[in-house]
C-alpha cells in the first residue's frame, strides 16, 4: 500500500539495532537466575510500572483493540478502564506484599508455596501454554502490518520479529526485557499519538465524530460505555452489564493483573516493597489514557466517509478477510497509519507498532522462560542443577519458546479477530487460575488438595465449553444466557462460569479434607501474615493514597462516557 522513505527505513534499522545493542550490553549482569529471571530486583517503582503497563502494550492493545473498537464500538474501552484499573490496584496495594514478601520467582512458585507440587503442575502447563499461543498473537499482528503496509512476506516477518526478540531476551533475560520496554512505551506513545490527533481534526471534534459514526453505522450505541447494556441485543457487542462487571472486571481482569505471570514478573524486579506496590499503580495511571491512542483510531476509522457520504473503511471479520481478499478489522491501526503519517512520521508510527509487538512477544517469553525453568524442568525434570545450569536453560528455553510460537502464530490466522482469539484463551487459563490464587490469599482453609482439583476442574470446565459452543451452537443460550449473545460475551460469561466451578470444587474439597496447619501459611495468607512497612513516611509516598486518585480519575471517566 506504501513505500518507506529512506528516513522511514533509517528509524526502523536503529531501533532493531538498539535493542540487540541492549541485549549484549546488558549480558554481563545476568550471570545468576535472580539476575536473569528477576532482573536481579533492582528496578524502581517508575521503570517497573512503564514496563508493566508496556508488557501489555503488544498486539493484543496496539491492534486488536483498535481492530475491536471498529466493530464493537467504544464498549472495547471497558478492557483498559473496568477490565484494568481496580485489579491493578488491588495487585499493587493488597496481593503484592505477599508476592514481593515470600521470594516467589512465579505465580505457579507462589501455589507451590500454598497449595503443593499438583496445583504448581496445572498452573505452570496451562500458563506455559497460553504464553506460547500469545506470543504468537504478537508475531501474527506484527506481520500483518507489515504485510498491509508494505507488502512484505508474512512468514519473512515473523521470522525477523521472531529472531530479534529471542536474541535480546536470550542475552539479557528480564533486565533486558524491562529496558527495552521502557524504550518501547516511549516509542509507542510518541508514534501512535499522531493518529488520534490528525483523526480528530479531519473529523472536527469528539462531538461531530459521534455524529458521523451514528450516520455510518446507523445507531448512536457504538459511541456509549454503558447505557446500552441493559440488554444482549441493545449493542454491537452482543453482551448484557453483568458479563462486563461480573465476567471481565472482575474474573478476567483479576485473573490477569493479579496472576498473569507476564506482567506480575515486572512487579516482583522491583528494589522495595514499597516501589513493588507503586509499580502497578503508575502502570494504573497511564492505562488510564492507554485508550486515546488505540481504542480512539478504531472509532475515527469508523466515522470516515467520503464526499458520497460512504464510509472510507469497509473492514470484515479475519475469516471473511482471508476468503475475499478484504481487509480485516485487525488492518484498521495500519491503514490509518498510512492515512495520518508522511515521511519521518510513517517510519515511527510502523517503528512504534513493532516496538509494541515486540514487547509484547519480550513479555511472554521471558515470562514463559522463567516458568518452565523453575516451575517445569528445574520443579519436576532436575531439582538439583547448579544456578549456572539453570541460566543456561534459561537461554536454551527462550529459544526454543520463540520457535514454538512460531508455529502457533498461524492459529491466529483462522480467528475472526485477535481479541476475540485472546479473551478466549483468558477465558481457559487465567479464570480458574484467579479462583485459586485468590482463595489461597484469602482463606486458610484451603486444602493442597481443595487448590488442585480446584484450579483443574476450572480449566477443564473452560475448554469444555469452548468445545461445546463450537460442535452445537445452542450451548451458547446456556453459557452467556441469551442466544442473542456474540463471541466476546460468550468468553465473558465462560470466564465467570469457569471462576465459580473452580471456587465451588476447592471449597467443598478443602472443607472435605484436612486443613493446613496455621503456622505453615506464614507469608502465604491473610490474616496469619503480619504485613511488614512499606518504607512510606507521608500521605503523599503512601501507594495507597495514589491508587485512590486513580480510582477517582476512572469513576469520573465512566461517568463522562456513560
Known amino acids: 500500500m506504501t513505500r518507506l522513505n529512506p528516513v522511514d527505513v533509517l528509524i526502523l534499522l536503529l531501533y532493531f539495532a538498539l535493542v540487540i545493542f541492549i541485549g549484549f550490553y546488558v549480558k554481563g549482569s545476568t550471570n545468576t537466575s535472580e539476575e536473569f529471571f528477576l532482573a536481579g530486583r533492582e528496578m524502581s517503582a517508575w521503570v517497573a510500572g512503564l514496563s508493566f503497563v508496556s508488557a501489555n502494550l503488544g498486539s493484543l492493545e496496539l491492534m486488536g483493540w483498535a481492530g475491536a473498537a471498529y466493530q464493537y464500538g467504544m464498549l472495547a474501552t471497558h478492557w483498559y478502564w473496568i477490565g484494568a484499573i481496580p485489579a491493578m490496584l488491588f495487585l499493587g496495594i493488597v496481593m503484592m506484599p505477599f508476592y514481593y514478601i515470600s521470594k516467589t520467582h512465579s505465580v505457579p512458585g507462589y501455589l507451590h508455596l500454598r497449595f503443593g507440587e499438583g496445583a504448581r503442575a496445572v498452573s505452570a502447563v496451562s500458563f506455559a501454554l497460553m504464553t506460547i499461543l500469545m506470543s504468537g498473537v504478537n508475531m501474527y499482528a506484527m506481520a500483518v502490518v507489515m504485510q498491509t503496509v508494505l507488502g512484505w512476506n508474512l512468514m519473512f516477518s515473523i521470522w525477523v520479529g521472531a529472531g530479534t526478540v529471542a536474541l535480546y531476551v536470550m542475552l539479557g533475560g528480564l533486565r533486558s526485557a524491562i529496558i527495552n520496554e521502557v524504550l518501547q512505551f516511549v516509542l509507542i506513545w510518541a508514534g501512535a499519538a499522531t493518529i488520534p490527533i490528525l483523526g480528530l481534526l479531519e473529523a472536527h471534534g469528539w462531538t461531530n465524530l459521534k455524529a458521523q459514526i451514528a450516520a455510518n453505522v446507523g445507531s448512536a450505541n457504538y459511541t456509549h460505555l454503558w447505557n446500552t447494556l441493559g440488554g444482549f441485543k441493545d449493542n454491537p457487542m452482543g453482551v448484557h452489564w453483568t458479563g462486563i462487571v461480573f465476567g471481565l472486571g472482575f474474573v478476567i481482569s483479576f485473573g490477569y493483573w493479579t496472576t498473569d505471570f507476564l506482567v506480575v514478573q515486572r512487579v516482583l524486579s522491583a528494589n522495595s516493597l514499597r516501589s513493588a506496590k507503586m509499580a502497578p499503580v503508575i502502570g494504573a495511571a497511564f492505562k488510564i489514557a492507554v485508550p486515546l491512542i488505540v481504542i480512539l483510531p478504531g472509532l475515527i476509522a469508523l466515522g470516515l466517509h467520503n464526499a458520497d457520504g460512504s464510509m472510507v473503511f469497509h473492514l470484515v471479520s479475519g475469516n471473511v478477510a482471508k476468503a475475499t481478499g478484504q481487509h480485516s478489522y485487525d488492518d484498521v491501526l495500519p491503514l490509518m497509519l498510512i492515512r495520518y503519517c508522511g515521511p519521518g512520521l510513517l517510519g515511527l508510527g510502523i517503528t512504534a507498532l513493532i516496538a509494541g509487538f515486540m514487547s509484547g512477544m519480550a513479555g511472554n517469553i521471558s515470562a514463559f522462560s522463567t516458568v518452565w525453568t523453575y516451575d517445569l524442568y528445574g520443579a519436576f525434570i ?62 486458610k482453609r484451603a486444602t493442597k488438595a481443595g487448590g488442585f482439583w480446584g484450579l483443574l476442574a476450572g480449566t477443564v470446565a473452560s475448554i469444555g465449553m469452548f468445545v461445546w459452543v463450537r460442535v452445537n451452537a445452542d450451548g451458547l443460550r446456556y453459557i452467556a444466557m441469551s442466544s442473542d449473545a456474540r463471541p466476546m460475551a460468550e468468553n465473558l460469561y465462560r470466564a465467570l462460569w469457569s471462576w465459580l466451578i473452580c471456587v465451588g470444587v476447592t471449597v467443598v474439597v478443602s472443607l472435605m479434607t484436612k486443613p493446613i496447619p496455621t503456622a505453615q501459611l506464614a507469608g502465604l495468607v491473610y490474616g496469619v501474615t503480619p504485613l511488614p512497612s512499606d518504607g512510606a513516611e507521608n500521605l503523599w509516598q503512601k501507594p495507597a493514597f495514589w491508587a485512590v486518585v486513580v480510582i477517582v480519575v476512572f469513576f469520573i471517566l465512566n461517568i463522562v462516557f456513560f
Open 382 to 443: 532436575n531439582k538439583r542443577a547448579s544456578d549456572k545450569h539453570y541460566v543456561a536453560m534459561g537461554r536454551w528455553s527462550t529459544v526454543i519458546g520463540m520457535l514454538v510460537s512460531i508455529a502457533t502464530a498461524y492459529l491466529v490466522m483462522n480467528a475472526a479477530s485477535i481479541m476475540d482469539y485472546v479473551q478466549a484463551l483468558f477465558s481457559f487459563f487465567i479464570a480458574p487460575l484467579f479462583g485459586t490464587v485468590i482463595l489461597g490469599m484469602l482463606w
